[in-house]
């Protein structure tokens, strides 16, 4: 599959995390195992922007995922001023596009720490996805080398002056429309991915990012 990589602050620890997931080692792992998450996690759910006014009444919630956002959710060092993904659900497998803007005051490098959260909601609440082997909501000790792992870099990155592995200097980088595609089918759903990246004892970067995956 496209393993790619898109990078600034922790955009990268989300994204990439979502292609490894989509890994074919990753497929098997689903099959393979029978816990209830992982049911929970191969399962499709409904995205909320779809259901009814009854639905939300029953369960008892107002507060509804009804479209693609972003949030820096902390960090002193990175950040995005700009996130856009398109279609808003995506769909996969399938083509999307990917833009983005961001800054980073420092430069990066080996090793660098991050940390994934994955929330799928369901009835309501969100569900944390656990780890499981490298996959779900895992803490990295040197994400440098989950991106070594990365077989390309997409063109616009690559122009942008960030590049898809470390070190990354600073600077601020604006990357507009990455054609990308997701070659996997992904269970549909709402999903809230919250990844951290701390470097030398500083907290980098957070990026809380709401995504929805519908067929
Ligand atoms: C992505 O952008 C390209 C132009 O670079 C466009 O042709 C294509 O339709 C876009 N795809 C989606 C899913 O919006
Ligand atoms: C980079 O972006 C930051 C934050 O948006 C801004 O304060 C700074 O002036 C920018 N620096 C350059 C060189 O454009
Ligand atoms: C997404 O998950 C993070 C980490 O658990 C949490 O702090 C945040 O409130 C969640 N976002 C939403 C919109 O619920």
């Known amino acids: 599959m496209y393993r790619f990589c898109w990078v600034a602050g922790s955009v990268a620890v989300i994204v990439a995390a979502l292609a490894i997931q989509g890994s074919a080692s990753f497929r098997k792992l689903i099959e393979d ?13 409904l995205p909320e922007r779809y259901r009814s006014t ?29 996130l856009q993904v398109v279609p808003d659900p995506l769909k996969l497998p399938g083509n999307f596009n990917v ?15 991050a940390s994934l959260l994955i929330h799928k909601k369901a009835a309501g609440v969100w569900v944390k996805i656990p780890c499981i082997g490298d996959f779900g909501s895992c803490d990295y000790d040197d994400f440098c080398e989950i991106l070594d792992m990365a077989s390309e870099c997409p063109d616009a990155i690559q122009k942008s002056g960030l590049g898809c592995q470390c070190p990354f200097k600073q600077g601020n980088y604006s990357i507009p429309n990455i054609n990308m595609y997701g070659s996997f089918g992904f269970p549909t759903g709402d999903y809230n991915l919250t990844g951290t990246l701390h470097y030398q004892g500083k907290y980098v970067a957070c990026l809380e990012i709401i995504l929805t995956i519908a067929t």
């Open 33 to 45: 195992d029978t816990e209830l998450f992982l049911n929970f996690l191969k399962h499709d759910v």
């Open 99 to 113: 833009s983005a803007i961001g800054y980073m005051k420092e430069g990066l490098k080996s090793p660098l720490q």
């Open 54 to 82: 009854e639905y939300f009444k029953n369960i008892g919630k107002t507060v509804k995922v009804q479209a693609f956002s972003f949030k820096n959710c902390g960090g002193n060092f990175a950040g995005i001023s700009k």
